[in-house]
C-alpha cells in the first residue's frame, strides 16, 4: 500500500508523480483528486447524502433516498428561476442534480477534479489561522476504477432490469439505463426494475456553469453502498490511494498555491470567490 505524506507544493506534486509511474499511468491520461479534512476519517469517500450525524449512526439507506428525492423535486422546482446556468428541458434532470450537489445540498454525487493543484487548494481553503488539523487528498485512476465497475455483475443486473423496464414503457429506451441513478420518484420505489444499483458510476457531467469548468470537475454517482470505494482504498490491487497534508504545512502551501495563481477567485469565479479569497488574506495577516 501507497502511503504518501506532501508538506510543501513541490512535495505534492513529487507524490503524485510517483502515484502516476507505480500504477504506470500514461501521460495523457488524467488522475482523478479530492480533498477531504483529515477528521472525516471514518466517514471517508462518502457522499454527503451518506454522512451519518456526529453520533455515527446513519438512517437506512432507503430512508435516505426517499430524503434525496425531495430535496431533489424541491431544488428542481426553486433552481431554474436562481440558475444564471442556460438550462434545457431534455437535460434538466442530470444537470439539476449536479448544480444541486455544486451548491451545497446533499445528494449522492461525490465530486473529483483532475487537477492535482485545484484538490489541494480545497484541501487547505476552509482551514483557521494557524490550523487545527490537516488534511488527506485521494488520488484515483478513473480507468481502473471503470474496469472495476464494468466487471462487476451488479452492472449488469441492473442494465437488464432496465432493458425489462424499457420493453414495458415505450417513453424510455434502453441505453438511458444510467438514469436508474437518479433520485427516484414517489411511485418508483414501488417498481423492483427501477432500484437503485448498489455499485456507483463515474459521470462526464457537462459543464453548465463557469464554476464546475474552472474547477475542473468529474462526477462519480454513488448506488446503495456508501462505503464500495472506501472499502478499495490503499489495497494492493487498488488504484486508489491518500497523499496526507499536516497541519504544520498548510500556511506554507497556502502561499506557494497562490504564487502559484491558483486562489479562491480562481477556483470559485464570481464575486463571491472574490471576496472570500480577500477574507483569506485578511485572516492570514490581521
Not at 447524502?49 to 439507506?61: H, I, N, T
Not at 440558475?83 to 465530486?111: I, K, N, V
Not at 437488464?160 to 414495458?168: F, H, I, L, V
Request: with cysteine.
Amino acid at each position: 500500500m501507497i502511503q504518501l505524506t506532501a508538506n510543501s507544493l513541490s512535495k505534492f506534486l513529487a507524490a503524485v508523480a510517483t502515484i502516476r509511474k507505480r500504477w504506470k499511468i500514461r501521460r495523457r491520461d488524467e488522475l482523478w483528486f479530492r480533498a477531504e479534512d483529515a477528521k472525516h476519517r471514518k466517514t471517508r469517500l462518502q457522499p454527503g447524502l451518506y454522512r451519518p450525524r456526529e453520533s455515527g449512526l446513519r438512517k437506512s439507506v432507503n430512508t435516505l433516498l426517499k430524503l434525496e428525492n425531495e430535496l431533489y423535486e424541491e431544488f428542481q422546482r426553486c433552481a431554474s428561476q436562481l440558475s444564471d446556468a442556460r438550462l434545457t428541458s431534455t437535460d434538466w434532470d442530470w444537470d439539476s442534480y449536479f448544480l444541486m450537489q455544486h451548491h451545497g445540498a446533499p445528494t449522492r454525487l461525490l465530486d473529483w477534479t483532475d487537477s492535482a493543484l485545484i484538490a489541494l487548494h480545497f484541501a487547505i481553503r476552509d482551514k483557521l489561522v494557524p490550523p487545527k488539523g490537516g488534511a488527506i487528498i485521494y488520488v484515483l485512476d478513473p480507468y481502473w476504477l471503470l474496469d472495476e465497475i464494468n466487471c462487476d455483475d451488479e452492472l449488469k443486473r441492473a442494465k437488464k432490469r432496465w432493458e425489462q423496464y424499457a420493453e414495458k414503457d415505450s417513453s424510455v429506451e434502453a441505453r438511458d439505463w444510467d438514469r436508474l441513478y437518479l433520485p427516484a420518484d414517489e411511485e418508483d420505489f414501488e417498481d423492483k426494475l427501477l432500484d437503485t444499483p448498489a455499485i456507483p458510476i463515474l459521470f462526464d457531467s457537462p459543464h453548465v456553469t463557469r464554476r464546475i469548468a474552472a474547477q475542473r470537475s468529474r462526477f462519480m454517482i454513488f448506488g446503495t453502498n456508501p462505503l464500495w470505494l472506501s472499502s478499495r482504498l490503499g489495497k494492493n490491487n487498488s488504484n486508489l490511494v491518500s497523499i496526507s497534508i499536516s497541519p504544520a504545512s498548510i500556511s506554507r502551501i497556502r502561499q506557494q498555491l497562490r504564487d502559484a495563481g491558483v486562489t479562491e477567485s480562481v477556483v470559485f469565479p464570481d464575486l463571491d470567490g472574490l471576496g472570500r479569497e480577500l477574507k483569506q488574506i485578511w485572516r492570514s495577516r490581521r
